[in-house]
């Protein structure tokens, strides 16, 4: 829902040119709720309104409108305005947001920013995205091993509007090579002991993120470790930045939407559902459901070399679709729980056998349970009660098939290197279909023959 | 991979009850490391390597083992020497391990706890374990508002020890009412003008968690405010406790979790994967794989109804898993991409009508690639081209519907205040498969009749 109880008020703010109360508006309330406020206004209103906030407030307030808005105002308005904006934004999400622009508007900012931005930005700019290095900012608190805590905390006040985080400083030496780390809290509790150095205090097993390491493994170290901001260094052991608990969370986020979708057969979307093209959206579901139309094909082929079969016993055909479906469904279920809990480190490599186990029981009593309602329904149907038996006993094959498939072949995607997610519930989709057919006339052949 | 480098030398150090080098063992590292390296030890020997850690440090590397190896420890050992560890573990995290202890063996270690301890136990237990009372921690920075900068972070130094975080102080009245909010950072920068009290620098507009407010609210609110830390009030505004960010990841990934499970008709599990009694995860599967064979079992009764058709023209009974795989299947994808989008907040109830529109087009160019592929197998089996034609039309007509259904239903759901998760794909599921045998059969009556 759009906030909308202010926008009168600011509207006519905005016609007066009030500045006592515009700036107000713009100081008194928390950034983020002083950006919900605005979100009722045009982009055009809203750059207007934040001309009347200081510098960093504005950058602040600008940071929590969606990145449609922010893009816009990026793009439309003037250069310098834009470039003293920039200036502001965290270098992280700056070179973010300047990735998304056109290389003509980027050439239009980039030299009104002051040179040291400027350096910054094109360095970020040349790390891939889903790296470390593509989600660091350099604005980091660096220090060298001598100071005492007092001489530290007042270097830190100095900084401080400068850096991200001032949670953890990093002690490096004159290389600028990571020597330790000393977060504030040690800091603060050394208050009372001023003989002691950064370097007596600092720890030194620090846990690092190399700069070309995939976001996710870093972010399993920044949840592992409880950490607030986890540092980036290169091959040298050089700091190059740090990446902060948000980004962290937006990592997480991110990483199991994309499972999600894999598991639904979908390739991974990288954009907003709104905002992805159509053409791309429709790529991304037609190559999987082509995949799984070849599949599903070959459960055509399987019917019809059962022809014989079928015509004999019209009444199997009826259940086709719910047998094909109890063995997706649970097959599905499986697979899910497999690797959500694979994805979480409830369960790795050296379970497989207890996951199967579990799985054999679980299985066990599913297909008991449907397989009784099944007979129930098929001694109706059937012209005998020992004819109705092929529809439980075929339940019961398919439910247990549908589930060890289920939960074998995401942990075998993972031992094979490949993402767990990635193909399994097509797969399994696949598989079960067509040996859910197999059974099933196999079973009819069996008990009717 | 369990880490065993150290194992060998962890062992002999043991053996000779080798003090020197066993507490240095416990310091020298990062405590999550020490963990890492003890991981292949019984938990009888990790008790006693751990014995020789001061106490905090003993609390923290405590706090990196799994929680089925912290719930063993803290059940099998020597009820004083589980006291004086559970003193030192962060108030939150000590109540949930609390709560999986049998009451008895509660009853023998509350009692050898300092009477503040326990009391603070007792409150956070009354709080319900998916709200915010539940998440909280209660050892907290509270501070009067009369202090200036220099102070407050000496009164910060003497109390550090004690607080799980140090980068928010709240600043409360004498009834412990939330007055306001002082970063660290804040205060670091405000040393230089020694005449600012902390009254002067805080923040008033604070973004608060209820204490009854359900987790996934709170952690959307410390997501979207880039918060360290969330303070939990009651109704009277009474500062009751924080919230930091590690707890908010867990939701997050926790949140995203059941989401997949639910997309996949299970109900969420709410415990490891592995961990979870096997009746409970049966029935958290069999209630939706039930539900899911009613629905299947539909379309068996719409198949005995066109009995006539099928027996007529028996290429048409071929071709059914297809038909109704390919509507399942697209109609999942547009669930799942729906339901994460929603989840994430990139499509709102106001969205709607363009999610249909978009979601019209996409299946209309998925639907067509499909139509024809499905023509061309089809003309090899049909009998005349004519008659291969029901194929690819039902294939167009089913897919449309399929993403349509999976593109409304979770938004109808979310309207009516339910989880757009909760029952979608199954749902979607059973609506498709019965729509795409009725389209099937009619279609085939038209051209073929």
Redesign the interface.
């Known amino acids: 829902?759009v906030n909308t109880l202010f926008l009168p008020e600011l509207r006519e703010m905005l016609a007066e040119q009030n500045r006592a109360e515009l700036e107000e508006f713009c100081t008194?309330?928390?950034p983020?709720?002083t950006a919900e406020f605005m979100e009722g206004l045009s982009n055009e209103e809203a750059w207007e309104v934040l001309q009347y906030a200081e510098p960093s407030r504005r950058s602040e307030i600008f940071?929590?409108f969606n990145e449609e808005r922010q893009l816009e105002m990026l793009r439309d308005h003037d250069p310098s305005q834009v470039a003293a904006l920039v200036e502001e934004i965290p270098a992280d999400d700056r070179v973010d947001l300047i990735q998304e622009l056109s290389d003509e508007r980027v050439q239009e900012i980039l030299p009104l920013l002051p040179v040291q931005d400027r350096r910054n930005i094109q360095r970020l700019r040349s790390y891939q995205g889903e790296t470390a290095g593509g989600l660091m900012t350099t604005e980091v608190a660096k220090l060298g091993e001598k100071l005492s805590a007092r001489e530290a905390?007042?270097e830190?006040?100095r900084q401080?509007?400068q850096l991200e985080?001032?949670?953890y400083l990093y002690v490096v030496d004159e290389d600028d090579s990571l020597r330790g780390i000393v977060s504030?809290?040690q800091l603060?509790?050394?208050?009372?002991h001023p003989e002691l150095t950064l370097g007596d205090m600092m720890?030194t097993?620090?846990?690092v993120a190399n700069v070309t390491e995939d976001q996710e493994s870093v972010a399993h170290k920044v949840?592992?470790?409880?950490l607030?901001a986890i540092p980036v260094v290169d091959a040298s052991r050089r700091l190059l930045g740090i990446i902060t608990?948000?980004d962290?969370?937006d990592v997480?986020?991110e990483e199991?939407?994309e499972?999600?979708?894999r598991?639904?057969?979908?390739a991974p979307?990288e954009d907003?559902?709104?905002r992805i093209g159509?053409?791309t959206?429709?790529w991304k579901?037609?190559i999987?459901?082509?995949i799984?139309?070849f599949a599903?094909?070959l459960?055509?082929?399987a019917?019809?070399h059962y022809?014989e079969e079928?015509?004999q016993f019209?009444?199997l055909?009826?259940?086709?679709?719910?047998i094909?479906?109890?063995g997706?469904?649970?097959g599905?279920?499986s697979?899910?729980?497999?690797?959500?809990?694979m994805?979480?480190g409830?369960?790795?490599f050296?379970?497989w056998h207890?996951?199967l186990i579990?799985e054999s029981?679980?299985s066990l009593?599913?297909g008991s349970?449907?397989a009784l309602?099944?007979f129930a329904?098929a001694v109706f149907?059937a012209p005998s009660v020992r004819d109705a038996l092929v529809i439980p006993i075929t339940l019961l094959a398919v439910i247990v098939c549908g589930c060890m498939c289920g939960a074998t072949l995401p942990i075998v995607f993972k031992r094979a290197g490949l993402d767990p997610a990635l193909m399994s519930?097509?797969f399994v989709?696949g598989i079960v279909?067509i040996l859910g057919?197999v059974i099933y006339i196999n079973v009819g052949r069996v008990l009717l023959g």
């Open positions: 829902m008194t309330l928390n983020g709720r940071g929590y905390l007042d830190l006040g401080a509007s985080t001032i949670y504030t809290r603060v509790s050394s208050l009372a720890e097993d620090v846990v949840e592992r470790f409880n607030l608990h948000d962290v969370i997480v986020r199991l939407t499972d999600a979708q598991i639904a057969a979908v979307l907003d559902f709104l159509l053409l959206l429709s579901r037609g999987w459901l082509t799984l139309f599903a094909l459960t055509a082929f019917l019809r022809e079928l015509q019209v009444w055909v009826w259940f086709i679709p719910l094909i479906s109890a997706g469904n649970s599905s279920q697979a899910t729980l497999v690797i959500t809990a994805t979480s409830q369960v790795k050296r379970d207890r996951v579990r029981v679980v009593l599913l349970f449907l309602i099944g329904v149907v519930n097509p989709a279909d057919i």
